[in-house]
């Protein structure tokens, strides 16, 4: 890692009342001291001063705070100037930098610094980007928990057991069997086939994980001229859709979110499914097929009772208002035009969804990267079980691959390119 100073923007980009500026580097006492105008200053004490360019003309009116190497968010030197936020004000104080020897960082690198100082690890990192990403309070709050360290304890304690259980396979190997604990090989088995069982738990919460972060996707699919658009603008609470009588009036995929106690939702509208011969409708069809293959939760509409009902799926028979039997009790019948029926549907969908997500706020919060280092592990401890033949040789290998694993998600055995792709997704200030 190179020791050049870094800044950016760490507030959002446009016009705001305050702007923060973060500079990080080393040894940037003398940087600090000319931007506020003394000659001495107290660590974490907020500076207001007439920031001056080097020829004396006022840059701004703004506020200064310097955080000492190693008590900063990168573990070097950092100093966050708050100004007006201008983009005049701004430009102009990154000019400032520049001719200071500072340049402009890269996306992540201030989070790329303070993983290489130890203040963050891997899993930290991937707990401010979802914090930074988060829409909702569940999002929020499984952000936090990654943030806060209390993923980095669960993987760390899975990566400790993994170095016990190799350790202990292999003194089987270097030491006589009298001076090793009575039941040794017996009790290393059961402890790997226990923590096994414990990574098979965690990796159970994968589907609600990744729904939880990237939002829960609901699809509304049906014939033509069924009342799709009418249900979806009736959830959405607003008239996202195009309503008609003429079918095939929805021709693409028309998606919004919504929030449904706390929890992102992706609902989508889908061309109704009918036999065409117009080349821009089959587009639409296709696109109604592909939307169902990345479903957590499907609304067939209908206007009548299907022959067969999906048990996987919520069936809606709309236009209940002209219906005389709505007694079918494994269908909800709804009116967009009256309203009935939207409670009911509401709290089937809540029902679905808070089912699929059970379990993620007991569990570490995975994402793509995540999931696979520990699929990774867990195929290795499986190898280790199933493949043992009284080798412990290799059995100790294939548990050492699998707290290599482990330590891939922390950060602590990585590679240059995992820590860019994770650091990459971080805007500039972070």
Request: charged letters at 25%; one cysteine or more.
């Amino acid at each position: 890692m190179n020791n050049e100073t870094i800044f950016a923007l760490s507030s959002a980009h446009g016009k705001s009342g305050v702007a923060v500026i973060r500079i990080s580097g080393n040894e940037l006492t003398e940087l600090f001291h000319k931007i506020i105008n003394k000659t001495e200053h107290t660590p974490r004490h907020a500076y207001y001063t007439n920031f001056q360019d080097d020829n004396g003309d006022l840059i701004d009116q703004c506020i200064a705070i310097f955080f000492n190497a190693p008590y900063s968010f990168t573990g070097e030197d950092v100093i966050e100037i708050y100004s007006h936020g201008s983009p005049a004000v701004i430009n102009k104080i990154f000019d400032y930098l520049r001719q200071h020897g500072c340049r402009i960082a890269n996306r992540g690198e201030f989070s790329k610094r303070a993983f290489y100082n130890n203040k963050m690890d891997l899993t930290d990192v991937d707990g401010l980007i979802a914090l930074l990403d988060a829409q909702t309070d569940k999002q929020r709050q499984s952000a936090l928990k990654s943030l806060t360290g209390q993923d980095s304890k669960i993987y760390n304690e899975y990566r400790n057991q993994m170095i016990e259980i190799s350790a202990y396979s292999a003194a089987i190997l270097d030491y006589d069997e009298d001076d090793l604990p009575k039941n040794i090989t017996d009790k290393i088995l059961n402890k790997t086939k226990d923590l096994l069982s414990e990574l098979q738990s965690t990796i159970s919460s994968w589907h609600g994980s990744r729904a939880l972060r990237n939002g829960f996707n609901i699809v509304l699919v049906g014939e033509t001229n069924v009342g799709k658009s009418s249900i979806f603008n009736k959830l959405v609470g607003y008239n996202r859709a195009i309503v008609s009588d003429i079918a095939g009036t929805t021709r693409d995929v028309v998606s919004t979110q919504i929030d449904i106690d706390g929890y992102l939702v992706n609902i989508s509208d889908t061309a109704g499914i009918r036999e065409t011969n117009d080349e821009i409708e089959k587009i639409g069809i296709e696109r109604t097929q592909a939307e169902t293959q990345n479903a957590d939760l499907i609304i067939h509409v209908y206007n009548e009772i299907p022959d067969t009902i999906n048990k996987n799926e919520i069936t809606v028979i709309n236009k209940s208002d002209l219906l005389k039997d709505k007694n079918n009790p494994d269908v909800i019948y709804t009116s967009a035009k009256t309203g009935d029926g939207f409670d009911e549907l509401l709290k089937i969908i809540k029902t679905k969804m808070f089912d699929l997500m059970s379990g993620t706020e007991s569990h570490v919060a995975l994402n793509e990267r995540t999931y696979e280092y520990l699929s990774v592990a867990i195929d290795e401890l499986n190898n280790a079980i199933n493949l043992y033949d009284g080798n412990y040789d290799i059995f100790a290998e294939h548990v050492r691959r699998g707290a290599d694993a482990i330590g891939k998600i922390l950060g602590v055995i990585t590679t240059e390119e995992i820590a860019d792709a994770t650091f990459s997704q971080l805007c500039l200030g972070k």
